[in-house]
Nanobody, 121 residues
Framework: DVQLVESGGGSAQAGGSLRLSCVRS????????VIWYRQTAPEKEREFVA???????TDYGNDVKGRFAISRVGMNRVSLQMNNLKPEDTARYYC????????????????WGQGTQVTVS
């Protein structure tokens, strides 16, 4: 079965750094895209943080541009380097990858990990 596992979360002071990791289990995925989201509270929507595709093209949410960097070391391992952390970065961070829905590769209805908590004070 498909599994995505996030790790690397924890506590940091403002201005500090953390490095998160997302590992995908081996699978015939429809896409190499891996996208990081964050959620500040269970009732809040998950916010786009950063994404990377199989050609190593990247994209970032406006709030993290210049501070965070997404990269991948292999097909199924993606990192999120988080620098100059702010209290506003406090959230649970999730990674996601597309899945096939009705014969189409769907980036909305994807596979999700369980998340890793980041707390900045």
């Amino acid at each position: 079965d498909v599994q995505l596992v996030e790790s690397g979360g924890g506590s940091a002071q403002a201005g500090g750094s953390l490095r998160l990791s997302c590992v995908r289990s081996t699978f015939d995925y429809c896409s190499d895209d891996v996208i990081w989201y964050r959620q500040t509270a269970p009732e809040k929507e998950r916010e786009f943080v950063a994404g990377i595709d199989g050609e190593l093209r990247t994209d970032y949410g406006n709030d993290v541009k210049g501070r965070f960097a997404i990269s991948r070391v292999g097909m199924n391992r993606v990192s999120l380097q988080m620098n100059n952390l702010k209290p506003e970065d406090t959230a649970r961070y999730y990674c996601k990858t597309p899945m096939v829905v009705d014969g189409q590769c769907n980036a909305e209805i994807g596979y999700w990990g369980q998340g890793t908590q980041v707390t900045v004070s």
